[in-house]
């Protein structure tokens, strides 16, 4: 089965390399996809957690 590339990014420090590996992982799908399609500006509304946006509906 092919496998394609669709993004990546390059650290000159292995440890830099993992953290980021480690954080885009615990993100959502859509996150990603987000990131992928290079749709940067929205990142900051898609990082909100479900559970955030319940515990803001919350307290409005």
């Known amino acids: 089965m092919p496998v394609t590339l669709l993004y990546f990014e390059t650290y000159h420090r292995i440890d830099l390399a993992f ?19 290079g749709k940067l500006d929205d990142l900051p509304e898609l990082a909100l957690a479900y559970r955030d946006i319940e ?6």
């Open 19 to 37: 953290y980021r590996e480690k954080q885009v992982q615990g993100w959502s799908r859509r996150k990603k996809e987000a990131l992928i399609e």
């Open 55 to 60: 515990d803001y509906k919350k307290i409005r």
